[in-house]
Each structure stands twice: as structure tokens, then as C-alpha cells.
């Protein structure tokens, strides 16, 4: 059975840094594009940080535009666990944040076949 399990949400005050980690059962990340998104209160689920599957070792690594420079994307194969660090957090950086995992990197969703549960990150003073 195919499982993606996030972990490492929390409550955090602005300025903060939390790191969140996408744990793979089942399948192996490496092989997989790696994505996480976020879903805000009464927003739309959008693409925050992707991790494109590795060849000879290689991935490549992608951001939404408002986040680069703050969140980085990486990958554990050993733990088969994909990670994000989120640094200089703001309170709009608030929402559910779920990993997903595909065949291809990019944002767009119905791509992705399997989703974790998402963790909830609260940035707040």
C-alpha cells in the first residue's frame, strides 16, 4: 500500500523556521517527482516547492515565484523522505501543507497520484 505521511507542522511566530517531512511507503521518492502544496483558509491548493525525480543522481528543484529564497526542497533517499525548510516564516504562509508524488515536476495537480494527509503550519505572533 502506497503511503505519503507528512510531519513537522506547528505553530511558529513570524520569522520562524519549521522544516516539514514527507515520508514514502510503498514506493520509493527517488523515482518519483516530489511536490508540496498548501492550502490556505478559503483559498485555493497551490504549488509551493518541487523535487523532480533523480537521474544518475541528478533532480531538479522548483519554487513558486513568492517563496524562493525562503523555502528549500530536498531529498533523503536513504530515509526515503523528501523535506522542506521553511525559513523566515509570515503569517500568510499559514495553511495545510500536503506532499504529493508523480511522474513528472510541475504544478499541476490531477498529475499526482498519491497524497499525504497534510500537516497544518500556523504562523503566528
Known amino acids: 500500500q502506497v503511503q505519503l505521511v507528512e510531519s513537522g507542522g506547528g505553530l511558529v511566530q513570524p520569522g520562524g523556521s519549521l522544516r516539514l517531512s514527507c515520508v514514502g511507503s510503498g514506493l520509493t521518492l527517488e523515482n518519483k517527482a516530489i511536490s508540496w502544496f498548501r492550502q490556505a483558509p478559503g483559498k485555493e491548493r497551490e504549488g509551493v516547492s518541487c523535487i523532480s525525480a533523480a537521474f544518475s543522481g541528478e533532480s531538479s528543484t522548483y519554487y513558486a515565484d513568492s517563496l524562493k529564497g525562503r523555502f528549500t526542497i530536498s531529498r533523503d533517499s536513504a530515509k526515503n523522505t523528501v523535506y522542506l525548510q521553511m525559513n523566515s516564516l509570515k503569517p500568510e504562509d499559514t495553511a495545510v501543507y500536503y506532499c504529493?508524488?508523480?511522474?513528472?515536476?510541475?504544478?499541476?495537480?490531477?498529475?499526482?497520484?498519491?497524497w499525504g494527509q497534510g500537516t497544518q503550519v500556523t504562523v503566528t505572533s
Open positions: 504529493a508524488a508523480g511522474p513528472n515536476a510541475g504544478w499541476a495537480q490531477p498529475d499526482y497520484d498519491y
